[in-house]
Structures are given as structure tokens and as C-alpha cells.
């Protein structure tokens, strides 16, 4: 079983920055697509960003310019930078592991940033 562990949330003031990390445990990081999702109160969950085995990212609008997704296949680990932060960047986080050519979805357990002050 895949398991992934992101650590890095926290509060933070607008216009702060702050870096999500996942940790994935086995062998197969470098065929997982990898993404970063995030929830806030009494919306659904919306993809932030994506990052593909080839390195090829992806943003959703609203963060483009100010986040960037990043990947360590030696450490098994995937970033997410945040900057500029904003009061509506606030919401629970969650890493997504997604093996090629599968249909298997992991995800983690979701850090919180608030961005408050």
C-alpha cells in the first residue's frame, strides 16, 4: 500500500510564503503523476497543481505566478512552493499519487494552511 505524508502547512500572514511537502513510501515514485488538491470549508476539492513523470506541469488559474509544484525522484518527495499568499489560498491540502497506466488514486491525510492576520 502507498502511503503519503505531507508536512509544511501553517499560518502565515497574505503575501507570505510556505512549502507543502509528500512524502511517498515505496518504490515507484518516478511512474506516479503527482498532484496537489485542496479544500476549503464548504467547497469542493479543487486541483491546485500537477506535476507528470516527464516534469510537465499544470496550474489552476488562480495560483499560477505564485505557486510552483516540484519533484525529488531520489527523495520520493514532491514540493509545492507557495508565495504570495492569499486569505483564499486557505484551505486543507492533500497530495495525490497516481501510478501510470493505472486507475489506482492515493492520496494523504491533508496539511492546513491558513493565511490570516
Known amino acids: 500500500q502507498v502511503q503519503l505524508v505531507e508536512s509544511g502547512g501553517g499560518l502565515v500572514q497574505p503575501g507570505g510564503s510556505l512549502r507543502l511537502s509528500c512524502a511517498v513510501s515505496?518504490?515507484?515514485?518516478?511512474?506516479?503523476?503527482m498532484a496537489w488538491y485542496r479544500q476549503a470549508p464548504g467547497k469542493q476539492r479543487e486541483l491546485v497543481a500537477s506535476?507528470?513523470?516527464?516534469?510537465?506541469?499544470n496550474y489552476v488559474d488562480s495560483v499560477k505566478g505564485r505557486f510552483t509544484i516540484s519533484r525529488d525522484n531520489a527523495k520520493n518527495t514532491v514540493y509545492l512552493q507557495m508565495n504570495s499568499l492569499k486569505p483564499e489560498d486557505t484551505a486543507v491540502y492533500f497530495c495525490n499519487a497516481r501510478p501510470i497506466m493505472t486507475k489506482l488514486n492515493f492520496w494523504g491525510q491533508g496539511t492546513q494552511v491558513t493565511v490570516s492576520s
Open positions: 506535476i507528470a513523470t516527464d516534469g510537465l506541469t
Open positions: 515505496g518504490s515507484g515514485f518516478s511512474i506516479y503523476d
